[in-house]
């Protein structure tokens, strides 16, 4: 339980607004540097959320979260001053110090902001640079619909 409790302190110190968990499970090993949530979990932070069966949480030497990475019936709403997206895919991986989601995987993602979908395998969120990117392997092409102005 204390290691539950330290894996939150450090899950919640990592940003400045609060971050919570909730799951059917909890899983982590003394020495070894990641911990699991599995079932049903939800992960809150302001306005952002993922769903996902499974969420991995990586921890650096220092004990703190360098890397999530969620799988499984992966939802997610990811809003900012400048962006407000929904979606889904089958693995979201989140990079807290670079701000950067990387979306793989059947990636339906919606802004909502912007009225625009995009559909492909993997997409890039590059907050820090305020990019996006999105790729597609195989056959399949990166699809995207917009609205567009009509006279």
């Known amino acids: ?10 899950l919640t110190s990592l940003m400045a607004s609060k971050l919570e968990v909730t799951a059917d499970n909890f899983y ?11 079932g049903n979990v939800i992960v809150t932070q302001e306005q952002n959320k993922i769903t996902a069966d499974t969420i991995t949480v990586l921890l650096d030497e220092k004990g703190e979260a360098k890397e999530y990475i ?3 019936k992966v939802h997610f709403t990811l809003k900012s001053p400048k962006r407000d997206v929904v979606g889904t895919c089958d693995k979201l991986t989140y990079y807290p110090i670079e701000d950067q989601y990387v979306l793989e995987g059947n990636v339906y993602m919606k802004d909502r902001l912007n009225d625009r979908e995009v559909f492909g395998d993997e997409v890039i969120i590059d907050n820090k640079k305020g990019t996006s990117y999105a790729n597609s392997k195989g056959k ?10 009509s006279k």
């Open 1 to 10: 339980m204390k290691y539950f409790i330290m894996l939150f302190f450090l």
């Open 28 to 38: 982590h090993k003394e020495g070894e540097q990641k911990a699991v949530f599995s």
């Open 70 to 72: 969620a799988t499984g």
């Open 140 to 149: 399949k092409k990166v699809k995207f619909i917009f609205k567009v102005k």
